[in-house]
């Protein structure tokens, strides 16, 4: 077997080389995907990306083509994929590249992750530390469910303030804080591009994000209720709401990430018609090597 590797600082081209292989699980492969579309769709527009430094995009193939791919935008973790008949001998490869740079994680598949991790650990010899196990689901229909009382809305500049205070606990609660400086930025372009939905009723009580699309998907994330108003249905209501606008609006399927350690999130999205696409794993690497 003969791999060949490849690494680029262009994310058009880096798409292009990925998107054919990536395209076949498009939900699983969802993250990957659109972090690379919106760094190329920043590029385009000129706008100055969200990300504090330039990319990492590196791929090796074989004779059939694509059979592994690593993107990284730091300060995040690295996000891999990796066709599992050639797993090890491909993840060889990208570490081959990676492994002299600072890399704060990985996050993909779990078996990839861990195979990743295991290469990384036993170079660098620096403790790992398992952030967050999830599952992907995807959507194609809604499956009717009944309404709390209320409306979902876009967010305004008006519910700014709100919505930094939401977007700061749910980093707290659901990423560890890796967000960091970035919430208010971030929230004040997403309610600008109009990516920001809230479910009202008589207060806003609900906020879910749509983070970032595919060529055929959309992604859904930052759902968030306080604790005071939380068992009362709101954000059950405004993701069933959600997703099927965003069908009606010509996307093919929704997708979303839940926290494996809540099984009520879990519950709840396979009520409203998702289904469970693959498993995921973040890992961090904590080592001097990195500091």
Known sequence: ??????????????????????????????????????????????????????????????????????????????????????????????????????????????????????????????????????????????????????????????????????????DREALGGEEGSLVSERTMHRIQQKEIFLWEDGLVTAMAVRTRSTRHGAAIGYVYTPSALRGRGYASSLVSTLSQYLLNDGTSFCSLMTDLDNPVSNHIYQKIGYKPVCDIEEIYFQSEFMN
């Open 1 to 170: 077997m003969i791999l060949k590797l490849f690494h680029t600082d262009q994310p058009a081209y880096f798409l292009e080389k990925i998107q054919p292989t990536l395209e076949r699980d498009e939900a699983a492969n969802g993250l990957m995907l659109g972090v690379c579309q919106q760094l190329v769709d920043d590029q385009k527009t000129g706008r100055p990306s969200e990300y504090l430094a330039a990319p990492k995009m590196v791929g090796v193939e074989d004779v059939q083509g694509l059979t592994a791919a690593a993107l990284m935008t730091p300060p995040y973790s690295l996000i891999l994929y990796c066709e599992p008949v050639q797993k090890i001998a491909s993840l060889k490869e990208l570490y081959n590249y990676l492994g002299s740079f600072p890399i704060p994680g990985v996050i993909g598949k779990n078996h990839v992750v861990e195979t990743f991790a295991g290469l990384w650990h036993d170079q660098h010899g620096e403790s790992l530390k398992i952030n967050r196990k999830g599952r992907i689901y995807q959507l194609t229909q809604v499956t009717p469910t009944p309404f709390n009382p209320g409306y979902m809305r876009l967010a305004s500049e008006l519910d700014f303030d709100l919505i930094v205070e939401w977007a700061r606990e749910f």
